[in-house]
Each structure stands twice: as C-alpha cells, then as structure tokens.
C-alpha cells in the first residue's frame, strides 16, 4: 500500500519559519498529485496546497498565497511544504496526500480526489 510519512511540524513563534516533508513510498511517486491538507480542532480538513507531477504546477489556499511554497523532489519521493510567516491561525495537524489520477498539469483541492494520507504533523504557532 502506499505510505505518506509528514514530518517538521513543530512549535514556532508566530512571523516564524517551518518546512514540512511528505515521503512516500509504496507506488510510483511522479504522474500524481500532491497536496497538503490541515485540520484545527473543530474544523473540517481545510485544503492547502497542491502540485502536479509534471509541469510543478502548484495552487494554494487564499489565506496562504504569499507564505507558502509547495514543491517536490521525484528522485527522493519527496514533497515540501514551505511555510513562512507564520500566524497562529495556522496551527493545525497538516497531512500530506496522494492523488490518483496520472496527468501531467493536474491538482485539485478536493478531499475526495486524494486516495492516500499521512499520518499527520502538528505545527502549533505561538502569538
């Protein structure tokens, strides 16, 4: 089965910097998707971020547009998660997920759309 492992969630001050990592293993890593979700305690799993395997075509959540970067490494089967400039608002459990349809340009911020998950990290942010 395929594996997602998150790691480099922690706590940070807010304004403070953190980069998440999503391996994987289990299938073939490049032709799918890749996105981070997160969830807060009341709150349903909130898309964050996407990147495609071909042309790195990346999408965000509004309220991350500017301080987070997405990008993947396919020789480690890896993907990252920037985070930069971040508010408390942000604390969350962020999981990394795998889509299921092979296209070069494809993302979608569609829970339903990602067959495999993490685990999860914790990334709390201080005020």
């Known amino acids: 089965q395929v594996q997602l492992l998150e790691s480099g969630g922690g706590l940070v001050p807010a304004g403070g910097s953190l980069r998440l990592s999503c391996a994987a293993s289990g299938r073939t890593f490049i032709r799918y998707p890749i996105a981070w979700f997160r969830q807060a305690p009341g709150n349903e799993r909130e898309f964050v971020a996407a990147?495609?395997?071909?042309?790195?075509?990346?999408r965000y959540v509004d309220s991350v547009k500017g301080r987070f970067t997405i990008s993947r490494d396919d020789a480690k089967s890896t993907v990252y998660l920037q985070m930069n400039s971040l508010k408390p608002e942000d604390t969350a459990v962020y999981y990394c997920?795998?889509?299921?349809?092979?296209?070069?340009?494809?993302?979608?911020?569609?829970?339903?759309?990602?067959?495999?998950w993490g685990q999860g990290t914790q990334v709390t942010v201080s005020s």
């Open positions: 997920a795998s889509g299921d349809v092979a296209s070069s340009d494809y993302t979608t911020t569609r829970r339903d759309d990602y067959a495999y």
């Open positions: 990147i495609s395997w071909g042309t790195r075509s990346t």
